[in-house]
């Protein structure tokens, strides 16, 4: 089976804080990828990466970089936390079989930002 | 913009009865994916159904079925037997090239 594992299930920062959040898969996937799920709005993409240390925005990467060192390793930054950025973050692999790609999640972070 | 909709935030079934999920998307590619995920409370994310934009027939997996009417660019999930565990939120999504696009979610009850 797939394993997408994040860091912390949840997590209580300051505004201002630097917010290091982590994703490790243990499928050799080549893609990961770093959503934000809100209510009413689904997931939006935040920044995805094809191999290590490349890296390409989403749709909302304002106020979020990430790093990919090592293949199995994916971690989104919030270089100063804005409540705004309270959110439920999902981070997902993903594996090509049989021409399709499928995306597999990790369990998430609730991240509260007061 | 490319976007998916789904029209219902909330759904209700009675256990063992049936229930469809709405969801409709926009494009102008021809070529694309289309999933239905899973999210049960408080759990993990997970992929219950897809289907590739040129086959015609729909994708089955068990008790879950897809209707996909591509002129329409309808791709509707339908439950059978519905079962306690089916109760969460419900994602669809379509890929095409490297975008990948989600639903807002309809979030199914399951009546006992």
């Known amino acids: 089976d797939v394993k997408v594992t994040q860091s912390s299930r949840y997590l209580v920062k300051r505004t201002g804080e630097k917010v290091f959040l982590e994703c490790v898969q243990d499928m050799d996937h080549e893609n990961m990828f770093w959503y934000r799920q809100d209510p009413g709005l689904g997931l939006r993409l935040i920044y995805f990466?094809?191999?290590?240390?490349?890296?390409e925005k989403g749709d909302i990467p304002e106020g979020y970089s990430v790093s990919r060192e090592k293949k199995e390793r994916f971690s989104l930054i919030l270089e100063s936390a804005s409540t705004n950025q309270t959110s439920m973050y999902l981070c997902a692999s993903s594996l090509r079989q049989g021409g399709i790609e499928t995306q597999y999640f990790g369990p998430g972070t609730r991240l509260l930002v007061l | 913009a490319q976007t998916v909709t789904q029209s219902q935030p909330e759904m209700s079934v009675q256990e063992a009865e049936t229930v469809t999920l709405s969801c409709t998307y926009d494009?102008?590619?021809?070529?694309?994916?289309l999933f239905w995920y899973k999210q049960p409370p408080s759990r993990q994310m997970i992929l219950v159904i897809r289907?590739?934009?040129?086959?015609?027939q729909n994708a089955t997996e068990n008790r879950f079925s897809v209707n996909f009417q591509k002129a329409a660019k309808s791709f509707s999930l339908k439950i059978s037997d519905s079962q306690l565990g089916d109760a969460a939120m419900y994602f669809c999504?379509?890929?095409?090239?490297?975008?990948?696009?989600f639903g807002a979610g309809t979030r199914l009850t399951v009546k006992p």
């Open positions: 289907q590739e934009a040129y086959k015609q």
């Open positions: 990466s094809y191999d290590v240390k490349m890296k």
């Open positions: 494009t102008s590619e021809s070529d694309y994916y």
């Open positions: 999504a379509y890929r095409i090239n490297n975008d990948m696009r």
